[in-house]
């Protein structure tokens, strides 16, 4: 019960922030804010074998004028995790989002993690996806 409630829980937070406008980095650096901005937004993990594990990483800069931190992470099922730095990021400074998917089925995949952080672009996501072949 408890997973299906963070299913929908996760996947109303990403309707309700896929369909917010996004500021662009030019008028959010010229705030008096923290900015975060991804690397990329999309990660592609290609082949997995079932039962395997892969991580990838995505390189996160604060570009505002403000102390960056992350606060909370979500994804949008048990076989995503993310691990993401704690510590606040100057301006200027850099930090890595590890993202880890748990190949348990096998099939193409698709999921969407949520970032929120006390920047001027509140929240972020990132979407993966990959196909999980038999060993």
Known sequence: MRKILLTIVSMVIVVVALGQSKTTATSAQSSDKAYMSLA?????????AKGDSKTMEVKFT???KR??????VYTNCGCTTI????EPFAPGKSGVLKITYNATEEGPFKKTIAIYSN?????????IEGIVIEK
């Open 83 to 86: 691990d993401w730095p704690e």
């Open 62 to 64: 604060n570009t505002g």
């Open 119 to 127: 920047a001027s672009n509140k929240q972020e996501t990132i979407k």
């Open 67 to 72: 102390t960056l931190a992350i606060y909370e």
């Open 40 to 48: 990329t937004n999309e990660v592609n993990f290609k082949e997995i």
